[in-house]
């Protein structure tokens, strides 16, 4: 025998159908549920961390591998997780200022990145 439900989850407004065979469909409706509120979390850090990304990019002549580098130091200095250190960086564009700590720490990276390019 073959079910077939739809999920509606209002938040997004999106709607899913899935079908299963004889598989109860609690269960795993309840993983997919959980599978996507990850993948959404994941994609919107990456929002975050590109926008922070093209910052260094244009306030700092670099590609964005070295951008990225860049944003992955400071937050291994800060022992913070990269989208956070991303997501303070994109706020000062909106006026907050820069923690003190992430300041001192992106200071130093850049400090590093100018004596690579000088060699």
């Known amino acids: 025998m073959q079910r077939t439900s739809v999920i509606q989850e209002e938040w997004w407004d999106l709607k899913a159908e899935v079908s299963w065979g004889n598989a ?16 959404r979390r994941a994609l919107s850090g990456r929002v975050v961390i590109d926008q922070a990304c093209g910052m260094v ?23 913070l997780k990269l989208r956070e250190v991303a997501a303070a960086l994109v706020a000062t564009s909106e006026g907050e200022p820069l923690p003190g700590q992430i300041h001192r720490a992106l200071r130093r990276a850049l400090r590093r990145l100018h004596t690579a390019d000088l060699r």
């Open 24 to 39: 109860p469909v609690g269960q795993d409706v309840v993983a997919l549920l959980a599978e996507n509120d990850q993948l």
């Open 57 to 79: 990019m244009a306030l700092t002549p670099c590609r964005r591998g070295a951008a990225r580098n860049l944003l992955v130091d400071v937050s291994r200095q800060c022992d």
